[in-house]
């Protein structure tokens, strides 16, 4: 699987949602191997979306369509500044990798050098789920200098601040947690909407 995320500042979140409807209603069917995505505005206004492909040939052919051209241009037009892109074909799934059925989605960036450590600790999904059940699944995402992108589906918001605040997780997950978020970024998306083929 190849990821693409994308992010960038976004002023006008319920024309951006009708533009990526459109994508989904008239150009998906044409798009050779894309898999689905995951979508949302933060509260300071960005916009991320996280896409899967089925690969980056499949997604760079995507790229190349005119159509697809002149739909982005119209994105582009809603948008507040230019949109970032961040390419990943290093992509692990976590309990299934996700779920349209979550109420709440988090966006987590961060960089790590020891890649290893980090997908061991991400794909525990065991302990995972013992500590957070609320969390119903997961991808990584992670490009060649280390930097990734981790999506988290939860059950309902309410349930994921609930556990925040419960039993801190035992110490030596909460070292690598600690080394893996060290400089993240999250990215609270509370109205999250989602796309599959």
Same mark, same amino acid.
């Given at each position: 699987m190849f990821i693409q995320?994308?992010?960038?500042?976004? =002023?006008r979140p319920e024309e951006a949602h009708a533009l990526l409807d459109e994508w989904r209603r008239d150009l998906a069917p044409g798009a050779t191997g894309w898999l689905g995505?995951?979508?949302?505005?933060?509260?300071?206004? +960005? &916009?991320?979306?996280?896409? $899967?492909?089925?690969?980056r040939e499949e997604a760079a052919a995507n790229s190349a369509r005119p159509e697809q051209g002149a739909w982005? /241009? $119209?994105l582009n037009a809603v948008l507040d500044g230019p949109l970032e892109f961040h390419d990943c074909d290093d992509v692990?799934?976590? &309990?299934d990798g996700g779920s349209d059925q979550?109420?709440?989605? +988090?966006?987590? $960036?961060?960089?790590? /050098?020891? &890649?290893?450590r980090l997908k061991a600790m991400m794909?525990?999904?065991?302990?995972?789920?013992?500590?957070?059940? /609320?969390?119903?699944?997961?991808s990584l995402a992670i490009e060649p200098d280390g930097t990734f992108t981790e999506t988290v589906a939860f059950? =309902?918001?309410?349930?994921? $601040?609930?556990?925040?605040?419960?039993?801190p997780p035992p110490a030596e997950v909460q070292q690598e947690l600690d080394y893996a978020f060290a400089s993240a970024t999250f990215y609270d998306l509370h109205q999250p909407w989602f796309e599959s083929r």
């Open positions: 995320v994308i992010q960038g500042p976004c =002023s995505g995951t979508y949302g505005c933060t509260d300071d206004g +960005q &916009l991320i979306g996280v896409v $899967r492909f089925a690969s982005a /241009d $119209r692990t799934l976590m &309990l979550a109420g709440f989605v +988090q966006i987590i $960036r961060g960089r790590v /050098d020891d &890649l290893a794909t525990d999904t065991r302990a995972m789920h013992e500590m957070r059940p /609320d969390i119903i699944g997961a059950t =309902s918001e309410s349930e994921a $601040r609930e556990y925040e605040k419960s039993a």
